[in-house]
């Protein structure tokens, strides 16, 4: 392999320039070729494939987004688009490609090589945290962080009228994001869509002497089934009317930010052994770390599977709480 190429994918998240960063890196140290694809897959597409050098990334580490910018494809998922995207890579001489996103991305990135024999090693790039084959995903810790930063604000004003706060947090289909600013922020509920039929239990809980408080913060991640912070604080208004609740909606204030120290570290080292891996004429596998050490999953393994959230988490909160 002489030529590679890095992209991002799919929804942002803060790391994916440490990533680049490493990765364009080790394939120069390595005398490898390394392009830069914009807007990942429909860059592929429409040809926005340029080189880069050691100094492309240079003062890029602290900095959140994506400098490669990114972008969810629905052309990539034809056939026909697919098609196009191969030959422009091909064309270069483009042989392997580092793709920073999550699921979506590296089902793209597995269908490319079993269409056209392009291969790939994926890097975790999403706040969610659900990609299974790594115990941290780049840009979850800086998300959380960011959360908690917020709840701490919150938690002020809570206290000051003696109000419940409902907050919401991302995560599409996960609980990670909830679970994990839910814990640090002295959360007194979590609802996490992991956990099902959960609702009725906490408003009965909170009905409990003991579990009254002057103020109280519960978490909501936006893909917990009960749905969303507004539908949770109705439901607790109808069981107590009188309580004076209100509800905020982080948003997408949980994908921007300068990376945590954590998330630069991750990045770097999936980065770097990204590239390494091509080189070695690995192809398909999701790059993660576990237990602190660079493992691959094949992206048939890890495509499609959720990664758990650690239910004991939850359990010690409800006991803290209790
Ligand atoms: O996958 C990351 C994520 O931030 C989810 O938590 C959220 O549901 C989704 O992306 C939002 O996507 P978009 O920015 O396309 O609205």
């Known amino acids: ?15 994916m320039n440490a990533c680049i960063r490493a990765a364009v890196r080790t394939a120069v140290a390595s005398n490898l070729e390394v392009f830069g694809i914009h807007r990942g897959y429909e860059g592929m597409i429409d040809n926005l494939i340029y080189p880069m050098a050691a100094d492309s990334v240079s003062n890029i580490i602290q ?7 990114t972008a969810r494809s ?10 196009i995207a191969a030959s422009n890579l091909k064309v270069l001489g483009i ?7 999550g699921d979506g991305s590296y089902t793209g990135a597995n269908v490319l090589q079993q269409e056209h024999g392009i291969k790939t090693i994926g890097c975790p790039g999403t706040i969610d945290n659900d990609l299974f084959g790594t115990d941290y995903t780049i840009g979850f810790d800086t998300a959380v962080n960011t959360a908690l930063e917020a709840i701490d604000k919150i938690r002020d004003t809570a206290e000051s009228h003696n109000r419940i706060f409902f907050i919401e947090v991302m995560g599409r289909h996960s609980g990670h994001i909830a679970l994990y600013s839910g814990i640090a922020g002295g959360a007194e509920g979590i609802f996490i869509p992991e956990r099902q039929n959960e609702l009725e239990s906490i408003i009965a809980q909170y009905g409990l002497p003991k579990r009254q408080k ?3 913060i519960f978490i909501v991640a936006e893909g917990d089934e009960e749905g ?3 539908t949770i604080a109705k439901k607790f208004t109808e069981a107590y009317p009188g309580l004076d609740t209100r509800v905020s909606i982080l948003g997408h204030i949980q994908r921007g930010g300068s990376p945590s120290a954590n998330d630069r570290i991750l ?7 990204a590239v390494l891996a091509l080189k070695e004429g690995k192809q398909n596998l999701a790059a993660g770390i576990i237990n602190n050490q660079v493992v691959f999953t094949p992206f048939s393994e890890a495509i499609g599977r959720k990664k758990d959230v650690p239910m004991e988490l939850w359990a010690t909160n409800e006991l803290i709480c209790s």
Do not use: N, Q, W
């Not at 900095?63 to 910018?69: E, W």
């Not at 990539?76 to 098609?83: D, L, Q, S, W």
């Open 214 to 216: 002057a103020f109280s």
């Open 63 to 69: 900095d959140g987004g994506t400098i490669l910018k």
């Open 1 to 15: 392999m002489k030529k590679i190429a890095v992209f991002t994918s799919g929804g942002d998240s803060p790391g």
């Open 267 to 273: 990045a770097t080292r999936l980065g770097a052994a």
């Open 95 to 101: 042989e392997g490609l580092v793709c920073i996103g």
């Open 74 to 83: 629905a052309r990539f998922m034809t056939p026909e688009g697919r098609a």
């Open 228 to 230: 969303h912070a507004y």
